[in-house]
């Protein structure tokens, strides 16, 4: 059987997985933050509660330092993943979806300056969840094209693995359709 010829100008793998983003082992686990960046529900609590106190820890000291306000939408910083099989823990805090706003930019943003951030740490594997596609009411078939769309034109950085880890087979299907 013949191998199909490497795409010389993809320089980022994307995979997807149907499971815990909380059980991955990567560079750097994305999280779907809150402004606060004092922990949550959905993939945000899981992260915090997984990750233990050391990220809470340094979620404080971002906000007496750099965020007092909280994290901008569409922003995205780096803490210690504490205990979980990570380097870093990127958190990056998407729009709410409005059907009279169109936030797609705010959207994407969050993969791209996720994307360079990790960079900038030298990740080269990083997990993401599908952002703002939970209680932030993002319908998934646009929030994975978004998310796919981005990470696939998000061409200046070093990361070799972008694994999108999906929480249900709704989403890993929405992803998977995308892949194309």
Same mark, same amino acid.
Request: glycine content about 10%; overall charge negative.
């Given at each position: 059987?013949?191998?199909? %010829?490497?795409?010389?100008?993809a320089?980022?793998?994307?995979?997807?997985? #149907? =499971?815990?983003?909380? #059980? #991955?082992?990567?560079?750097?686990?994305?999280?779907?933050?809150?402004?606060?960046?004092?922990?949550?529900?959905?993939?945000d609590?899981?992260?915090?509660?997984?990750?233990?106190?050391?990220?809470?820890?340094?979620?404080?000291?971002?906000r007496?330092?750099?965020y007092?306000?909280?994290?901008?939408?569409?922003?995205?910083?780096?803490?210690? %993943?504490g205990?979980?099989? %990570?380097?870093w823990?990127?958190?990056?805090?998407?729009?709410?979806?409005?059907?009279?706003?169109?936030?797609?930019?705010?959207?994407?943003?969050?993969?791209?300056?996720?994307?360079?951030v990790?960079?900038?740490?030298?990740a080269?594997t990083? %997990?993401?969840?599908a952002?703002?596609?939970?209680?932030? =009411?993002?319908?998934i078939?646009?929030?994975?094209?978004?998310?796919?769309?981005?990470?696939?034109e998000?061409a200046?950085?070093?990361?070799?693995?972008?694994r999108?880890?999906?929480?249900?087979?709704?989403?890993?299907?929405?992803?998977?359709?995308?892949m194309?």
């Open positions: 059987m013949e191998e199909a %010829a490497p795409d010389v100008t320089t980022t793998a994307i995979e997807l997985v #149907q =499971g815990d983003i909380t #059980q #991955q082992s990567v560079d750097a686990i994305v999280n779907a933050a809150n402004s606060s960046l004092l922990g949550g529900g959905g993939v609590g899981a992260i915090h509660r997984r990750g233990g106190p050391e990220i809470l820890a340094a979620c404080r000291a971002l007496a330092s750099r007092g306000k909280g994290l901008p939408t569409g922003q995205a910083v780096a803490t210690t %993943a205990k979980l099989d %990570a380097r823990v990127i958190h990056t805090v998407g729009p709410v979806w409005s059907a009279t706003d169109d936030r797609s930019e705010l959207l994407a943003s969050c993969y791209r300056e996720s994307l360079r990790a960079d900038e740490l030298g080269r990083v %997990a993401f969840p952002i703002s596609t939970g209680v932030y =009411g993002w319908p078939d646009d929030g994975a094209r978004i998310a796919v769309r981005t990470v696939r998000t200046d950085v070093s990361i070799e693995v972008v999108f880890v999906l929480f249900d087979k709704t989403a890993y299907d929405a992803f998977e359709a995308q194309g």
